[in-house]
């Protein structure tokens, strides 16, 4: 399979990811668009390493830097998410209207 | 010690700045603020006698070169200097500074509100004020140039009165608006060419192309038509001189608007001759356009404050046609214009707020023949007018004078021109006396205004006002009688500078300077002065 | 290979500055579970302190050492990255200073708080000196992450939260979309991730297209640090809704942070496209200056007019970036550097005005002098500073900026950050006018119940200290400015790819110092030694 395939897949997820954080009006649905962003870069790093850097494969150390960090990174959300959740009984992003833009 | 090589300037305009940073720390038990009063007019007093002392000991009349000179390193990656240095255009003014600060901390002894900060600010501007005269550097100038927009705002916006904190808003808008252009012609200047370099005669050095030179002036007129000002630009004074208070309404005419004029000269004249030979005729016209345009204004202002604002700006156009006459005479006048202004200017203001602290009104109907009860202060009031409408004798009559012949006699300009100039300044110089004479008529004589005369609050002036007018009014009268006093100081300089001034024109560069209208010619030739 | 011949080839010394502030976290983390939170609350922040000024004292140590790479390339612990690294702990140092009596007042634990600040610290330290991409993306990750916390950390208040949950999503997605700019990039250089290693492999490539979609997406993640327009629609919310000393620490610490990845990576990595990202960064300044500048004007809440005019003054940092020359870069340091003190300078007032009133209004300001001149006269030249008001240490950075800009030929770049910084002295000077030129009569109703001063109370003695020296800073920092000017020239100069990023814009001469006698003899372009 070429390298083309595995980009466009990412590619692909990205924009999903994308339009996944500009519609959703669930603040967990926004963090997990986020996830998807994330994993399109895994996708790409994960292929990029397979066919053009097998010596080292720093891609896919990469990758593993980036699960970690991702998880931390919904850890704090999820927390912030709950904390919130706490205050106002709602997740809904229309209605954080406390601060305005 | 070595006198020859203490740093004089350095330590004129540091001393009150150091000075003011310990006001915090003077105890003030009854929170009248007379302690800090006597603090600040001792540290004015010391510093106008380092002044003095400097000027009769170290600095050499004969020279047109600059003098004093002090160049330290400050942040050498920019090429920023400390440099400092006065010549004939400097000392003047920075005499000057001297007298008139002193006098208005003393002029301000009646304020009461936040003494601390007012006499902070006061004496940061003294400071600040030396050093626009003294820098010999451009970035250091435009530095203490913009050192000056806080105090005058801070002291425009607190002592002022109804509308100051419109007033100040809008001077610091204007001000700090110009002030852009002092910094773009300032990189442009030092950039230009192979070298960078900021300091003024190192740049005054530098072959500018004309087009470069048309666009840096351009600029510059600008930052200093706001300040001087000149017509277009005036807006911001007569709302900050009619809201200003007494001792900050003498800085502001005596010495802040003299800023402009000086580094009109400085600048445009002297370190970009070529463009200044184009822009002249621009400078001659705006000058007569100041002249009768403010002296009409001021014709129909019935706040006090304003009128005598508008007749400021209507004696600087002296000052511009001066600068563009291109004879030694004409520029000679115009720095004694501004001299003679900063005297009679800061005179009449003061006299202004004295009154308005007894009538509490600045409107001219509501006063009227409080003369009798305040005859002092109607004395002095107008022998300040008299000064101010150029009668013969005073100092504004010899600098107008040595304005108008010097450009009569200047070989620009057309025949026709020079004569449609000085008629219409003429006119300028014959409508000064009829406002200035109907306004003392509607203050002093008149019906009187019961109210008012019968008010205990109106008394004559005190002895430190009548001593502060007498401070003025005697080298008012010392510069009308014998002006070599003052135009010595700087012959050497503006000769020197109206040659370099003439080389750019070129029907002028090979032309010996009129005969006749050098002033000290003029002088011996009107007056008969005795030699000293 | 042995262990000690690994050590050695690490050259772990390089990071021992972080080292500092990592034993200082675990110290305080360990000593608070251990103690207790309420005798934590006595002596962790002064631990945290004591740590960074050691971290500090570390990294003046390292300036006289020859740059090395550490850890196989991944860390560079050159001049650069010493003073920006000193500069972000510095902002955690005064952050802390006006923390203590804040967090103590929320009644929230500080020894948490005092964790999460040092590991935000730690990964913006990290960042300053990253060489390499998975370095880079999560030190960049441990100062966002921690940042969110810190934004989010008064739990019971309602704008906090919302602050913190609006900067992580939009913190997240940016940095994913960095993410993806990297990802691209470790494919175009054929899967390379060190820095140099990259340059070398795109100049021989030809793939413009791709290496444009990467930089693209790099620029966006870090526009999104730094709070360049148009990626700066997260700053008012935040700086509004969280506490007013992380939004202290974010306008310093992260932003210098921010700006040390963008002068890392992009004249490091994209040399190849030099004039798109000038171009970029050019239109980024200017939207950046005249927005956060002019809507700063219509603001009424201080920490929202801070937050404008703390995108304003990104912007002019950002003149320094984009003209890639030496002084340029010198210059944006400096700023920062200045910056560092007069922000926080104002954020500690604000603080200050904040605990003992309650608020932070404009025009709950009013008539302020007369109850509290000390405040007053800090708050007013920490914001005139910022505002380039001279003699004060803004005056002098913004000088070197503009300096740098016109030397580079950036004409009207430079006027428009003259004019924008006009419109700012107009905002700022209306907080001072509130303070200083209202009438007792006028005072507002805070104002006149203004509680009696006191400093005795835990945390303020810190507060105090920090309002000192960020006040002595603000105030001679510029006149005697001449070590810094040759600090940040020094810091600059040995970066070798600062230079070959505009070998064309050769410097010219400074005039040296005049002798009265002149003509001054004038250097010629050619035998150019100086700057």
């Known amino acids: 399979m070429p390298l083309e395939f595995f980009l466009l897949l990412a590619a692909a997820l990205f924009c999903i990811g994308i339009y996944g954080l500009i519609t959703s009006r669930n603040a967990v649905r926004v963090l997990m668009s986020v996830e998807l962003l994330l994993n399109s870069v895994n996708i790409n790093l994960v292929a990029f390493s397979n066919f053009l850097d097998r010596q080292n494969i720093n891609g896919q150390v990469f990758t593993v830097f980036v699960i970690t960090v991702a998880a931390a990174e919904a850890a704090v959300g999820l927390a912030i998410i709950l904390a919130i959740y706490r205050n106002r009984d709602t997740v809904d992003m229309e209605q954080f209207n406390l601060l305005k833009w | 010690m070595d006198l020859a090589t203490f740093p004089w300037l350095t330590t004129i305009i540091l001393f009150p700045l150091v000075a003011a940073a310990a006001i915090p720390l003077i105890p003030d038990p009854k929170g009248q603020g007379r302690p800090i009063r006597w603090y600040s007019l001792v540290i004015g007093l010391i510093d106008f006698a380092l002044i003095v002392y400097t000027f009769s000991t170290q600095y050499d009349l004969s020279s047109s070169e600059l003098q004093l000179v002090e160049v330290y390193n400050w942040i050498p990656q920019l090429g920023l200097q400390w440099s400092l240095g006065a010549d004939g255009l400097s000392m003047p003014l920075i005499l000057l500074t001297g007298f008139v600060t002193t006098l208005a901390i003393l002029a301000a002894w009646p304020v009461t509100l936040k003494p601390r900060l007012f006499y902070f600010l006061v004496l940061a501007m003294y400071g600040g004020q030396i050093a626009v005269f003294a820098v010999q550097d451009m970035l250091v100038f435009f530095l203490v140039w913009e050192l000056e927009l806080l105090p005058v705002y801070l002291l425009l916006a607190i002592w002022g009165g109804y509308k100051r904190q419109y007033a100040a808003t809008k001077f610091i808008l204007y001000t700090a608006g110009s002030s852009l252009f002092i910094l773009v012609a300032a990189l442009a200047m030092a950039f230009y060419g192979d070298t960078i370099t900021f300091d003024m005669r190192a740049l005054g050095l530098k072959e500018f192309s004309l087009s470069f030179e048309l666009l840096v002036y351009g600029g510059l007129l600008i930052a200093y038509a706001v300040k001087l000002p000149i017509v277009p630009l005036h807006t911001w004074l007569p709302d900050a001189h009619g809201e200003a208070t007494a001792p900050v309404h003498m800085l502001l005419a005596g010495i802040l608007l003299k800023m402009g004029g000086y580094a009109l000269i400085r600048m445009n004249a002297e370190m970009l001759p070529q463009a200044h030979a184009l822009f002249a005729p621009a400078l001659v016209i705006l000058g007569v356009v100041n002249i009768i345009y403010a002296a009409l204004t001021s014709f129909a202002q019935r706040n006090l404050k304003r009128k005598i604002a508008y007749s400021s700006i209507s004696h600087m156009g002296f000052v511009l046609i001066g600068i563009a006459s291109f004879t030694d005479l004409g520029l000679s006048g115009a720095v004694l214009q501004m001299v003679s202004h900063g005297l009679i200017g800061a005179s009449l203001f003061f006299l202004v707020g004295a009154t308005y602290d007894r009538t509490h009104t600045l409107i001219l109907e509501e006063m009227g023949g409080v003369g009798q009860k305040m005859p002092k202060i109607f004395a002095m009031f107008t022998a300040c007018s008299m000064a101010s409408l150029a009668l013969p004798g005073m100092s504004g009559f010899v600098a107008e004078l040595m304005v108008f012949v010097g450009f009569a006699t200047s070989d620009a300009y057309s025949l026709a021109f020079r004569i449609i100039v000085v008629f219409l300044a003429a006119v300028g110089v014959i409508l000064t006396p009829i406002y200035l004479l109907s306004m003392l008529r509607e203050i002093f004589y008149g019906a009187e205004n019961k109210d008012l005369t019968s008010h205990e609050a109106l008394i004559d002036a005190e002895p430190r006002e009548v001593f502060i007018i007498a401070c003025l009014l005697v080298p008012i009268i010392g510069i009308g009688l014998y002006p070599k006093i003052i135009t010595q100081i700087y012959d050497a300089k503006t000769a020197q500078l109206t040659l370099r001034m003439r080389g750019a024109v070129p029907s002028l560069a090979q032309a010996p300077v009129p005969m006749g209208s050098s002033p000290a010619g003029m002088t011996t030739h009107f007056y008969q002065a005795p030699q000293l | ?531």
């Open chain 3, 1 to 531: 290979m042995d262990v000690a011949n690994l050590a050695s080839q690490l050259n772990a010394g390089a990071i021992l500055p972080e080292g500092a502030v990592i034993l200082t976290l675990m110290v305080v983390l360990i000593g608070e579970l251990a103690l207790g939170r309420a005798s934590a609350a006595r002596w962790t922040p002064y631990v945290a302190i004591a740590g960074l000024l050691l971290s500090v004292g570390l990294l003046c140590l390292q300036w006289d050492l020859t740059p090395t790479l550490s850890f196989l390339g991944s860390f560079n612990a050159d001049k650069l990255s010493i003073v920006l690294r000193s500069i972000i702990a510095l902002s955690t140092l005064v952050t802390i200073l006006m923390s203590i009596r804040y967090v103590e007042q929320a009644g929230s634990s500080i020894g948490e708080f005092m964790t999460i600040l040092l590991s935000a610290t730690v990964g913006g330290m990290f960042l300053c000196g990253a060489e390499e991409l998975t370095m880079i993306f999560v030190s960049l990750e441990t100062l966002s992450i921690a940042s969110y916390l810190l934004t989010g950390y008064m739990k019971r208040d309602p704008r906090s939260n919302e602050a913190a949950l609006k900067y992580l999503l939009i913190g997240a997605a940016s940095s994913a979309v960095f993410l993806y700019g990297l990802s691209l990039l470790y494919g175009l250089s054929g899967g390379e991730t060190h820095l140099s290693a990259i340059a070398n492999a795109l100049a021989q490539g030809t793939n413009h297209l791709g290496l444009l979609i990467a930089l693209v997406f790099v620029i966006a993640g870090i526009s999104f640090k730094i709070a360049a327009v148009p990626f700066h629609q997260w700053t008012p919310d935040v700086y509004e809704g969280a506490p007013t000393p992380v939004v202290a620490f974010l306008s310093v610490g992260s932003k210098a942070a921010g700006f040390a990845l963008a002068i890392r990576l992009l004249t490091q990595a994209f040399p190849a496209v030099v004039e798109q990202w000038q171009f970029i960064f050019t239109a980024l300044a200017i939207l950046s200056m005249v927005l956060g500048n002019v809507v700063a004007i219509a603001q009424t809440s201080m920490k929202r007019m801070l937050a404008y005019s703390s995108i304003g003054q990104a912007g002019f940092v950002m003149i320094g970036f984009v003209i890639g020359t030496e002084a340029g870069y010198a210059s944006m340091i400096f700023y920062l550097l200045i910056y560092l003190f007069m922000n926080l300078g104002a954020f500690t007032c604000i603080i200050l005005f904040a605990l003992r009133t309650g608020t932070d209004q404009i025009s709950e300001y009013a008539g302020l002098y007369q109850k509290d001149p000390l405040l007053t006269l800090a708050l007013s030249l920490c914001l005139l500073s910022l505002g380039g008001i001279p003699p004060l240490a803004g005056f002098f950075g913004k000088i070197y900026l503009f300096w740098a800009g016109w030397q580079a030929g950036a004409y009207g770049l430079v006027i428009l950050g003259l004019v924008t910084s006009v419109i700012s002295i107009y905002y700022y000077i209306r907080v001072v006018k509130m303070m200083v030129v209202k009438e007792p009569q006028e005072m507002s109703d805070v104002v006149l119940n203004y509680p009696a001063i006191n400093w005795t109370p835990l945390g303020m003695r810190p507060l105090q200290v920090g309002l000192f020296v960020t006040l002595i800073a603000t105030s001679i920092a510029g006149i005697l400015s001449n070590p810094l000017f040759t600090l940040v020239n020094n810091a600059v100069v040995e970066v070798p790819h600062l230079q070959t990023a505009n070998a064309a814009k050769t410097p010219m001469a400074i005039l040296p110092t005049t002798t009265p006698e002149l003509p001054a003899p004038l250097v010629s372009n050619s035998d150019s030694t100086a700057l």
